[in-house]
């Protein structure tokens, strides 16, 4: 039986990547001053940052029930099997979508998992899927192949300002994080699905060298995958790829954060996500 892999804009692939990996992405939603907009409309990522550093307001959105709609009709119009991977459910609202479309229309085909992350947290987990369905793995072990990579995911994200997230109101459920965060440089990450604190500095340098300590544990437990994120600006990211080649001698993926992501980090973010490997 034919695999088909579905996911959504917050995996933050490559270019072009998913086209040529046969790959569904549907576009997550946002709403910029008002305006509902969605990831790879007519706004670039680049004119969606500039827009909210020069003060545009914009929140995140979902997709619509009905964009899981079409993309499962269409994945599986030939009786094909899908595995639909998604950002955590403690991050947005689109797995109840993705839940809800699929238990109407799939027969028991269509498989949704809960990545529990965003960004290539996300995106690695449906590369590796597209991977094993090119290869003709089926769906079973696919499955558990990405829930075995799930726990092993390290996603971090250095801000040099939390106002995006004090504004979107994705600092975490406790009482008095925010303000905790005001006068820091903080480096957060996904802890139990949804965005924590991992890590605060006073200045930039030391959140640099804080974030590197928390890389270079990992790495030294070996890596399956290593990426990096960026919003406005490549050149921070790229750094850190080179770097992250010398240190340890694994090669990144560097890919710029979607607006439906970036609306809670703003656009001067660096973004660090390795997976260890199996035998860590």
Not at 87 to 108: E, F, H, K, Q
Not at 144 to 172: D, S
């Amino acid at each position: 039986m034919t695999l088909r892999i579905v996911t959504d804009s917050s995996s933050c692939l490559p270019a072009g990547w998913a086209a040529a990996h046969g790959v569904t992405v549907i576009p997550q939603r946002y709403i910029l001053d008002g305006v509902p907009c969605r990831d790879g409309g007519d706004l670039s990522a680049g004119d969606f940052y500039r827009r909210i550093e020069a003060g545009a307001i914009s929140t995140s959105s979902q997709p619509l029930p009905d964009d899981f709609r079409s993309a499962y009709q269409q994945a599986t119009a030939d009786d094909a099997e899908v595995i639909s991977i998604h950002i955590g459910a403690g991050l947005s609202g689109t797995l109840n979508s993705a839940y809800a479309v699929a238990s109407g229309i799939g027969s028991g085909r269509i498989h949704v998992v809960d990545s529990r992350s965003a960004g290539l947290g996300l995106g690695f987990l449906v590369m590796e899927a597209a991977r094993m369905a090119d290869e003709g793995s089926q769906a079973v072990d696919v499955l558990a192949a990405v829930e075995t990579m799930i726990p092993r995911t390290r996603v971090y994200f250095l801000l040099p300002t939390v106002k995006y997230l004090v504004r979107g109101g994705r600092v975490g459920r406790a009482a008095g994080v925010a303000a905790s965060l005001l006068n820091v440089r903080p480096i957060l990450t996904f802890s139990d699905g949804v965005t924590a604190v991992v890590a605060r500095a006073r200045s930039q340098r030391a959140a640099e060298t804080a974030l590197w300590c928390l890389v270079d544990d990992c790495a030294s437990r070996g890596l399956q995958f290593a990426g990096l994120h960026y919003a406005l600006d490549p050149s921070e990211a790229e750094t850190w790829s080179r770097e992250l080649a010398e240190r340890h001698g694994v090669e990144t993926v560097v890919t710029q954060l979607s607006p439906a992501v970036g609306a809670h980090s703003g656009p001067s973010i660096l973004g660090v996500v390795l997976i260890e490997g199996p035998d860590s």
